[in-house]
């Protein structure tokens, strides 16, 4: 067990609703990424934190931003949710900023109708 | 910039057959490759990384600059290696960032 969870599992919204997802990193890890995997996709890269400051973006709008807290906890914010914006979205934890290994939560899925 | 591809979106094999599964990656600097898998109803994992040169469950892959690859093989199949495989990328420079590929099915038929 790698130790990295996220919530919830699924999710529901409609467009242009505001979704908030949560992961919980592997204790001792300060870096988190986030990653967004659509269908028959590879995980494209949004962000990533380490110690609370942003480090890092990938090709995303603003409107997609998250926040990274003490003790592991971390989240991903995005407002004005569009159709496309349905897919998996899987938060990393590692121990350092170019950590060799990234150890992955088992995913939010995330359905915007 | 930097590009994953793996061009096999699926790939069956019988067990006991090898098993190649191609990645090529385009990134103008040195970059580290792993690759992750994904079985089913289970979160992606490392399967093993270039710099390690490590054998992991019998896979082995093997950083080709020259032809810009990073192949993953196993000689005999097994059908617990049915699963996603994905290749990624990380530029040596900075960040975790991970450039994955598309990936690739594996199904090992018994």
């Known amino acids: 067990e790698t130790g990295v969870t996220q919530s919830p599992t699924h999710l529901i919204k409609t467009r242009g609703q505001q979704v908030t997802l949560r992961c919980s990193s592997q204790s001792g890890h300060n870096t988190v990424s986030w990653y967004q995997q659509a269908l028959g996709q590879g995980p494209q890269f949004i962000f990533q934190y380490y110690r609370e400051e942003e480090n890092g973006r990938g090709n995303f709008p603003p409107r997609f931003s998250g926040l990274q807290f003490p003790k592991y906890s971390s989240e991903l914010n995005v407002n004005a949710l569009e159709l496309d914006d349905s897919a998996l979205y899987l938060c990393a934890s590692s121990r350092g900023q170019t950590d060799t290994e990234a150890f992955f939560g088992q995913g939010t899925r995330l359905t915007v109708v | 910039a930097q590009r994953v591809t793996q061009p096999e979106k699926l790939l069956s094999v019988f067990k006991g057959a090898p098993v190649e599964l191609k990645c090529n990656y385009s990134?103008?600097?040195?970059?580290?490759l792993f690759w992750y898998v994904q079985y089913s109803r289970q979160r992606l994992q490392l399967l093993l990384r270039h710099i390690s040169r490590e054998s992991i469950k019998g896979f082995t892959a093997d950083l080709n600059k020259g032809e810009t690859s990073f192949h993953l093989k196993k000689p005999f199949a097994q059908e617990e290696d049915s699963a996603m495989y994905y290749c990624a990328l990380r530029r040596g420079s900075t960040l975790g960032r991970l450039y994955f590929g598309r990936g690739t099915q594996l199904t090992v038929w018994p």
């Open positions: 990134y103008s600097g040195s970059p580290e």
